[in-house]
């Protein structure tokens, strides 16, 4: 659906005084400010003031902020952000923003500020790399996915919910920029000359190219949990306290798709995370985010397992799937944002010698992880996904 189709008769972009009023009826006191604080891909973000308190509206817009109004996106995306975040919330409350309301004629949520935290991938990066994350992580992946599956959900309100998230808008920016292009010459592909050669043979490996069709058809068509979609470590955010307190943010490409997809770019986005401390010479950092990928494996193990229904005798089956998917869409995720459109801050913001160094790791471990057999075990997807790298 293009955004016109279904841009709603009230709607309209706001702006820092317009937000305002948005904002008031869930704020105590006067609305005094708002900031313009987004610098995401897709939507406006603002954190609006009064004295006494402060909230979050995100407004989606109808098209796609980091390439401009020539490429037009669905509004609904906000819906399905919001309801996302409503299901999640029966699931795994303490690890989500609050929602104070959803405005469907402005495209726009209103939510709790999370103002003492920051961007998970921002801790990474600064080497501030906290315990406890990746297992409160773990756990809510278990949560919510095992949770919106046919393992636990019933048949009559699983239906209802695959409708109410049936929109493929989002599915096809993900089937393009993460699937197509990175494997194709593109014109959304940004490929720094110094990697040429390894991206071309993600273009020409015969054997690659049919794993990672295989793949985009299992994201396509496997129906197995309401996925988050974009679960990377920019989706995430974190106190720098004893409790991280990690909250889970942005579900706007939530879906009914295969529950290894959201483990594997979590997975992928740490891999990068240690790739470029590595390529920086940051060693202990890059074994300290090791440490936590092991620990996001581990709790989701433990979680899935202390949830799973004694009725559903295939609890090693599904482990194994999943871990074998886990891989592969991390393969994927860190191909793709390495040669495709979106990049990550972990490699983009290195010196240039250490990005280069960065990102012909992360494509090796990208290639090692999609045409690998069947892992025995999480430690060896995270070999793989670090694979072959010597760093100086
Ligand atoms: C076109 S939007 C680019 C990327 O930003 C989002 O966060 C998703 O990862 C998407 O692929
Ligand atoms: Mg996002």
Known sequence: MTADLDRP?????????????????????????????????????????SSEASVIVKQALPYLRLAGEGWPLTLDRARIEAEALRV????????????????????????????GHRLWRQSLM????????????????ARVLIGTSAVLMPSEERVVLQLRFSGR??????????????????????IDPAIADAAEQLRTDRPLKQMVA???????????ALIHGDLHTGSVMVRDDRDPDARVIDPEFAVYGPIGFDLGLLVANLAMSWHS?????????????????????????????SLWPQREPWFPRFLHQVLDDCGRYAGL???????????????????????????????TGA???????????????WDRAVADVTYN
């Open 277 to 305: 401390h590595h390529a920086a010479g940051r060693s202990a950092a890059a074994t300290a985010v090791a440490g936590e990928a092991a620990a996001f494996w581990q709790s989701f193990t433990v979680t899935s397992s």
């Open 88 to 115: 999640y919330s029966h699931l795994a409350p303490e690890r989500l923003p609050k929602v104070h309301s959803f405005e469907p004629e402005l495209a726009a949520t209103v939510m709790e500020d999370l103002s």
């Open 126 to 141: 600064d080497g501030d790399v906290r315990d406890g994350v990746a297992a409160q992580l773990g756990e809510f992946c």
């Open 214 to 224: 295989f793949m985009r058809f299992c994201f396509a068509s496997r129906a197995e």
């Open 9 to 49: 008769l009230g709607y309209r972009e706001l702006d820092t005084t317009t937000v305002c009023d948005v904002a008031q009826p869930f704020l105590a006191g006067t609305a005094r400010s708002a900031e313009e604080v987004g610098d995401g891909n897709l939507n406006l973000i603002f954190r609006v003031r």
């Open 367 to 381: 290639k090692t992880l999609l045409l690998g057999g069947p892992p025995r075990d999480f430690a060896e997807v």
């Open 333 to 363: 995720e860190m191909a793709r944002r390495i040669v495709g459109m979106a990049k990550v801050a972990d490699v983009e913001t290195l010196p240039d010698d250490a990005r280069t160094r960065a990102a012909g790791g992360v494509l």
């Open 169 to 190: 808008d989002l599915c096809a920016i993900t089937e393009d920029l993460v699937f197509t292009a990175p494997f194709s010459v593109a014109d959304s592909n940004r």
